[in-house]
């Protein structure tokens, strides 16, 4: 068992749960956030999740508050608002911090590991400037939405920036990648 997988954590519900719950399987961690116009890349997290999880893939969802306050919501709003609006049956846990000095555990090894985004970051980094915001820095997440794979063993295989598509090639092909092994 990785480092990674021994981190507490806590679902969306308050129960205690760490990665080694899905060890074996390929886990794609996403902090994830409702009022953002990333949001609707759930549908697709949801599609991706139905898709290959017989095969042994977990996509877990990380709320984070910490772009624009694009998540104000109580982990039981956020809930509501997954399962109501976009059929979320995936693993979500708890509200967390994924940046800066405050970051959980768990986003301090992911971005540690794993400290570029594949993807690209850079135009939407122009994007946030544009609208007069200061973007993160890698090895920093840059928004809500950015995808890390893990795979079975435990270990960080790739990140992907926030505007990578759930149905992405590239994604995708990493994901199937380490679903292979």
């Known amino acids: 068992m990785t480092d990674i997988q021994k981190i507490p954590l806590k679902t969306i519900k308050g129960t205690d749960a760490s990665l080694a719950d899905y060890a074996g399987k390929v886990v794609l961690a996403v902090n994830v956030a409702s009022k953002c116009g ?46 109501t609006n976009f059929g979320v049956d995936f693993p979500m ?16 090894a992911l971005t540690s590991a794993q400290p570029s985004a594949q993807g690209d970051a850079a135009t939407f980094r122009e994007k946030l400037q544009g609208y007069g915001m200061t973007p993160t820095q890698e090895p920093e997440v840059l928004w809500n939405f950015e995808k890390f794979v893990i795979a079975r063993d435990g270990t960080v295989a790739a990140r992907f920036a926030p505007t990578t598509a759930p149905d992405d090639a590239g994604l995708i092909a990493a994901i199937e990648a380490e679903l292979a092994k």
């Open 38 to 83: 990333l949001t609707p890349q759930y549908e697709g997290l949801e599609k991706l999740y139905g898709q290959y999880k017989d095969e042994g893939l977990v996509v877990a969802g990380f709320p984070a508050n910490d772009f624009g306050a694009q998540e104000p919501g109580s982990n039981d709003e956020i809930a509501t608002f997954c399962t």
């Open 93 to 108: 846990f708890e509200k967390i911090v994924v940046t800066g000095p405050e970051k959980h555990p768990l986003y301090a």
